[in-house]
């Protein structure tokens, strides 16, 4: 498949509407059904004390009183053999109506707590097989962004939301998620923390944010962190705390109109390359890793372009230095990591060619 050929439409099965699918469930079928049957045997009460003669009003509440086991006394006395004959059986199928709702109710209750377990269960198997997975800490406005933008990009992630009517909302998008505070450890590793790759720490408090860093650096030394930032002072302490990168929306925002009231053509072209919706250009980087066949070769001998299609943007070396723009006479070495520009085809070419990461 090219670039520019569009991918099969994936087709989904439909999805029951809410309403449907609440009603689906066993234990509350039941339940309706309790309901009605409750409302026929009192039907069925009212019907016969009035056909004895006895007011509408003066009828439902014997029935009441009667098929809720309340113990008043009756309001008539039940002198004749049809009256007590009558109220026995409304007792029982009174009592029969009320057991069996009652238990639709205390199975409904465990229904859910049943279905609830499972698909934790369900989903920290899942979690438990991810490796190189990305966890957001925050699903608000800038985290469900993320999410989508991963989504687009099929990288798997997990999401860790404190409220749990928007943690329904993330699993109901299809979407991993655990419901806890991810300023603790233990939800941190039920995310998966020890075989993630990158944690990404947008909350809208800034103090959140350093905690979540602070406590992913000692969980895992390893990992990649980064923060959301708000105020100017947040970055310090996120560097501090161990935070890799740091992203202040608002800086971004502000940088970017300036961009474009003073270079909009430049704005332009890092929209061509970013947008995916637009083309399918993107920028890469890879690792130049032991055995791979660009080690101790220059740019311009490995023909990267003529061969895969990619273009070379930059150069970063092992000792954190930055070669940009480059000649092509740059020898690469082990540790090095290259940026590349190119289709997102060619990016997989090079990808298929040189094996790098």
Not at 21 to 48: E, H, K, P, Q, T
Not at 97 to 125: P, S
Not at 194 to 220: G, K, W, Y
Not at 264 to 287: M, Y
Request: hydrophobic share 45%; net charge neutral.
């Amino acid at each position: 498949m090219t670039a520019d050929t569009p991918p099969a439409p994936v087709t989904t099965p439909p999805t029951p509407a809410p309403g449907r699918r609440f009603l689906s469930r066993l234990g509350l079928r039941r339940m309706l059904y309790g309901f009605v049957a409750i409302l026929i045997v009192a039907c069925y009460g009212v019907a016969g004390y009035m056909g004895m003669g006895w007011s509408f009003f003066d009828a439902i509440y014997q029935v009441v009183i009667t098929i809720s086991g309340v113990g008043f006394g009756e309001v008539r006395p039940l002198v004749s053999t049809a009256a007590r004959v009558h109220t026995m059986m409304l007792i029982g199928a009174g009592t029969l109506t009320y057991a069996f709702t009652l238990g639709a109710f205390v199975q409904l209750l465990t229904e859910n707590e049943i279905l609830g377990y499972l698909g934790r269960q369900r989903m920290q198997k899942q979690i438990s097989h991810l490796t190189g997975h990305t966890i957001i800490a925050g699903y608000g406005r800038v985290g469900a962004l993320v999410c989508d933008e991963l989504v687009a990009r099929d990288q798997p992630f997990v999401v860790i939301e404190l409220d749990p009517e928007r943690s329904a909302e993330v699993r109901a998008l299809g979407h991993l998620c655990v419901t806890g505070d991810a300023t603790e450890e233990k939800v941190l590793v039920e995310a998966g923390l020890e075989h993630a790759r990158v944690i990404v720490s947008v909350m809208p408090s800034d103090a959140e944010n350093v905690f979540i860093t602070l406590t992913a650096r000692q969980a895992c030394a390893e990992i990649t962190i980064i923060a959301r930032a708000e105020q100017t002072g947040t970055p310090r302490k996120l560097r501090q705390a161990g935070a890799n990168h740091i992203v202040m929306p608002a800086a971004i925002g502000a940088s970017r109109i300036v961009s474009l009231l003073t270079n909009p053509g430049a704005v332009e072209f890092a929209e061509l390359v970013t947008n995916r919706s637009s083309v399918a250009i993107e920028l890469d980087e890879v690792g130049i890793q032991a055995g791979s066949r660009l080690v101790g070769k220059s740019i311009s001998h490995s023909d990267l372009k003529r061969r895969t299609g990619v273009i070379v943007v930059a150069i970063k070396r092992e000792d954190g230095s930055v070669e940009f723009p480059i000649t092509g006479d740059e020898i690469l070495a082990i540790g090095d990591r290259i940026v590349l520009l190119g289709r997102a085809a060619n990016l997989q070419v090079f990808h298929r060619e040189y094996g790098m990461a």
